[in-house]
């Protein structure tokens, strides 16, 4: 199924980029092949398709919102799939068409665009959304991933630390409750990355944020989780850290104080996003069939510093 999925999508991408006739364009590249979804570039555009079994009133009600003005200079905006639509059909999964960006460079991290993601994050947090839109899927992807973890080492006492940190955590942040209701009403982007940026038009123009399948309504903190996880492991230098966190205070963002230690509004997404790294390592690993590589080693063993936290402390951090 997935080479046939593949194909499609390659197709719609092409008759999207060129007008209909003969042309001698490059096959398709495939830029992404995972459970959650399928992206393929021909040209200019790119074809995704989303999960299985996405709610597609959901994704429909956030391509409205990418596609919308208020957004424009923060979210990359969708193509029109279909007449009317931005949101299409292959083979029993929700299709949708975006123009292409240029990503960025992995190769060069001294040139990762960390003061640029915070300035936007700071942005989307401060807009004004009325209409209705679902709430932010981040803390649902880390119980997903811990989900994932268990069926994949069942009974290993080894992932004991992660269930352990996970426990400890509130329920909200387990995807289990809404965000309190004093920090869950903020527009968020709910699954933040390097990964999720890109520049358009490519390859010089600005930074804009990409994939919107987890934004929503939610606590901003969440978007600032996964950088501040890396950087309490030891694997985000710390100059970089303050660097992404200045541009982010500097945008009048509202998820940390203007000044002052970020931690008390970052220490619970942080821990999530700590455990939600390791369930997924945990879960990679077992299904290649190896021992985890030394950057999931850090986080697992995040997880486990997490999980010798006195209860009382616990407590303290998830209030």
Do not use: N
């Not at 193509?79 to 292409?100: C, F, I, K, Q």
């Not at 960390?114 to 989307?124: F, S």
């Not at 811990?146 to 352990?164: C, E, K, N, Q, S």
């Not at 987890?214 to 606590?219: A, C, E, I, S, Y």
């Amino acid at each position: 199924m997935t080479a046939v999925l593949v194909r499609a999508l390659g197709d719609l991408a092409h008759r999207a980029a060129h007008v209909p006739g003969d042309c001698s364009c490059p096959p398709p590249v495939v830029l992404a092949d995972r459970d959650d979804g399928i992206v393929v570039r021909h040209g200019p555009v790119v074809a995704k398709a989303h999960a299985a079994g996405t709610d597609t009133g959901d994704l429909a009600a956030r391509l409205r919102l990418a596609s919308g003005p208020g957004q424009a200079g923060t979210l990359l905006a969708p193509l029109s799939a279909a007449p009317g639509t931005h949101l299409t059909e292959l083979h029993g999964r929700p299709v949708t068409l975006w123009p292409h960006g240029e990503p960025v460079d992995p190769s060069d991290p001294d040139a990762a665009p960390w003061e640029e993601a915070g300035a936007l994050l700071a942005r989307l947090h401060r807009t004004e959304v009325r209409e209705p839109l679902p709430a932010m899927r981040g803390p649902v992807k880390a119980a997903l991933a811990v989900a994932r973890m268990r069926a994949a080492r069942p009974g290993d006492p080894a992932v004991a630390p992660v269930l352990t940190a996970w426990r400890g955590l509130p329920a909200w942040a387990r995807g289990e409750a809404a965000s309190p209701e004093r920090r869950g009403t903020y527009l968020c982007h709910g699954d933040l990355h390097l990964g999720q940026l890109v520049r358009h038009p490519a390859p010089h123009g600005p930074w804009l944020l990409i994939d919107v399948d987890d934004t929503g309504r939610g606590d901003p903190a969440w978007d600032l989780a996964r950088p501040a996880a890396w950087y309490a492991a030891g694997l985000l230098p710390p100059e970089v850290w303050l660097r992404f966190l200045e541009a982010y205070r500097a945008g009048g963002g509202p998820a940390v104080r203007a000044e002052g230690d970020p931690w008390p509004e970052l220490d619970v997404s942080a821990r999530a996003l700590t455990v939600q790294t390791a369930a997924l390592a945990w879960a990679k690993s077992a299904a290649e069939g190896r021992a985890p590589d030394e950057v999931e080693q850090v986080m697992i063993d995040a997880c486990a510093r997490i999980a010798s936290l006195p209860p009382e402390l616990a407590a303290e951090h998830s209030s």
